[in-house]
């Protein structure tokens, strides 16, 4: 193995210290005795006890994880039949411009996608809640699935398709046994993205919010006007937890998929 | 004509598996296949033959469904198959990508199809098993496709196109992802296997060995038009255009002018030159012509030969040694190129000619065809 050289070792630690810490602050501040953020005052994790007392912590938490689970699933469906159309659906009238208008949402500023799903829903008479707060979830991030989806499909042999048709299934036949099986990586990683912009978003689930429902980042950044609590701090270092563990998990199962490929490839070698 | 032979395409009683009627088929402006007839009859192994982008691909994909037709009728079995959609045409296709569903084992890819079927499981279990062994991969059946080789690969896909047993099996370049000594093994597994199922073939390629090797008929297609259908032998000795001729294996294209001599055509080529004479498939009138000659029949040797009429001295500018044979490129005093072979029945150093050498090539008044232009 290489060496790093001086200039390559500090960059690297320039860089990473730059992205974590911050992170680093928060998790050490979540110990703090004290009650005042800034000062240190002593180990504790008695602010990981008050945060699992707090009620509105914990429904916020209980609204975004419902938002989340039932808008990244429809954002699934929906995103993947457009993704499905568009690039198998051949040539038909306006689909330049249909391709064109799923990208679109993506580079919208959240203020104006926020903005106009509230206009929208106040003009037909719907009550804000969790169901508005799923809708507008569902609306934004199905674009993302359909783009991972599209890239998927693009890259796939189509003649698979024309087999499985060939063979004497019904084009719906082809697409549930043959099509999906094939796409599934994409579609979770599209359903898994949709999850997190959904637990993630703050700027379009407080225009869409009601009284009835709040999300966690709508709290975390509505208690934070009054001043930052431990609370918070112990809050965002579960979160981190959360996060580092699941990105862990995916990197494991990614590389053992990776080593599993390439151990049944030496075997097909062996075999001829 | 004994009884052995399989030739129903000279039978009137027979009636065609599949017949094309003045189909057109155009992709915008393209007119990738254009008013095109043909008959196919039942058991044949037939092959259609061309330089990509010919048409020849847009045709098995019309009969597969994948394509509709512009205009014309497709026959099979003397229905029209235009309006059936694939999954309810009783053809099946070999992709040229094999087309394997990678999710699935060996075993439940050549199953898929009769699945579609609903037929009972331990019918089923029994067909595939019957496949598994009729291309010989028994072994792997419980495998995905990434664990088998490419040969095997192509295996499966076989079986899985023959498992429902389609009237008309369709293979796209069946052989082309496989190494050559692999591919020609398997030509003659291909042709053990038509024969034994007694499906009717249609290969598509653009390797005319292949075609000529594995077909009962080849059909020679060039810009969406069929050039010549005939048998292999056909094909090779006796094309009907400059275009067959030259794109079936390696010939000689000698320009001239013909005239009537009795039986015979003496066709004026060069100044200085006596002309060639050769003998017309049918009668023909005076007129300019081609003269198409394989070079195997082009004789070279070191003295002149006195036993033929078609004889030219030229010096050796090229050999392409292939082994076996070897290409000799002579060079006329006029500068034409003519190309002769020779099977290299010893061994190198003791062949007779190398570079520059002055020879004498020889022909028969029958080794070449002359083609009308």
């Known amino acids: 193995m290489r060496r790093l050289t001086w200039f390559n070792a500090t960059s690297l630690t320039l860089g990473f210290a730059f992205l974590y810490i911050p992170m680093i602050v928060v998790i050490i501040y979540s110990f703090n005795e004290s009650r005042l953020v800034t000062v240190w005052g002593g180990f504790s994790t008695k602010w990981y006890g008050e945060l699992l007392q707090n009620e509105a912590f914990l429904d916020a938490a209980w609204v975004t994880f419902k938002v989340g689970f039932f808008s990244s699933i429809i954002a699934t469906i929906l995103g993947t039949m457009g993704a499905y159309v568009l690039v198998r659906g051949g040539r038909f009238y306006g689909r330049t411009l249909f391709s064109g208008m799923i990208y679109a949402p993506l580079v919208m500023p959240e203020v104006i996608t926020g903005l106009s799903l509230l206009l929208l829903f106040i003009s037909i008479g719907l009550d804000r809640g969790l169901f508005t707060i799923i809708l507008a979830h569902a609306t934004f991030s199905m674009c993302y699935v359909s783009v991972v989806v599209s890239s998927r499909l693009v890259s796939f042999d189509r003649s698979v398709e024309e087999a499985a048709l060939d063979l004497g299934c019904t084009p719906f036949e082809a697409f549930r046994l043959v099509t999906l099986p094939i796409i599934a990586p994409a579609v979770i990683s599209g359903w898994l993205l949709a999850l997190t912009l959904s637990l993630d978003d703050l700027v379009i689930a407080s225009f869409v919010a009601g009284p009835s429902a709040t999300t966690l980042p709508i709290k975390v950044f509505s208690s934070i006007r009054l001043g930052v609590s431990p609370e918070i701090n112990a809050l965002s270092t579960i979160l981190i937890g959360l996060v580092t563990i699941g990105t862990i998990a995916a990197s494991l199962t990614t590389k053992r998929a990776v080593m599993r490929r390439r151990r049944e490839e030496q075997m097909a070698e062996q075999m001829t | ?373």
């Open chain 2, 1 to 373: 004509m004994s009884e052995t032979v399989f030739e129903p395409w000279n039978d009137p009683a027979e009636k065609p598996l599949i017949q094309f009627r003045n189909v057109t088929k155009s992709f915008g402006d393209f007119t990738a296949i254009d008013d095109l007839s043909i008959d196919i009859y039942e058991k044949e192994f037939f092959a259609l033959l061309g330089p990509s982008g010919c048409g020849k691909t847009t045709m098995m994909r019309m009969l597969a469904g994948f394509e509709k037709v512009t205009s014309g009728t497709i026959m099979l079995d003397g229905q029209d198959i235009s309006p059936i959609p694939p999954n309810k045409r009783s053809v099946n296709m070999m992709f040229q990508s094999y087309a394997l569903f990678p999710h699935l084992t060996v075993y439940d890819n050549i199953a898929f199809g009769l699945k579609r079927d609903k037929l009972p499981k331990d019918q089923i279990d029994a067909r595939v098993k019957e496949m598994l062994r009729l291309v010989q991969i028994e072994k792997f059946g419980q495998r995905k496709p990434e664990q088998i080789s490419g040969g095997q690969r192509q295996r499966v896909a076989l079986a899985r196109a023959l498992a429902k047993a389609p009237k008309l099996l369709l293979l796209d370049e069946p052989l082309s992802a496989l190494d050559k000594k692999l591919r020609q093994d398997t030509q003659f597994e291909l042709m053990d296997i038509q024969e034994k199922t007694g499906t009717t073939f249609v290969v598509v390629t653009h390797d005319q060995e292949e075609a000529m090797t594995v077909a009962s008929r080849v059909a020679v297609m060039d810009h969406g038009k069929l050039k010549q259908v005939d048998t292999p032998d056909r094909i090779y000795e006796a094309p009907n255009s400059t275009y067959v001729a030259d794109f079936i294996g390696d010939v000689n294209i000698i320009e001239g002018h013909a005239t009537k001599q009795g039986e015979t055509m003496a066709i004026g080529w060069a100044e200085g030159q006596p002309p060639i004479i050769g003998t017309p498939s049918k009668p023909m009138d005076d007129g300019k012509v081609s003269f198409a000659i394989r070079p195997e029949k082009v004789a070279i040797s070191a003295e002149r030969p006195t036993d033929r009429n078609n004889v030219v001295q030229g010096k050796v500018l090229d050999i392409a040694y292939l082994g076996n044979l070897s290409t000799y490129h002579v060079q006329l005093p006029n500068g034409v190129m003519i190309k002769a072979q020779a099977a290299n029945s010893r061994r190198r150093a003791s062949r007779p000619f190398t570079w520059d050498d002055e020879v004498w090539l020889s022909w028969t008044d029958t080794a070449g065809i002359i083609l009308e232009n």
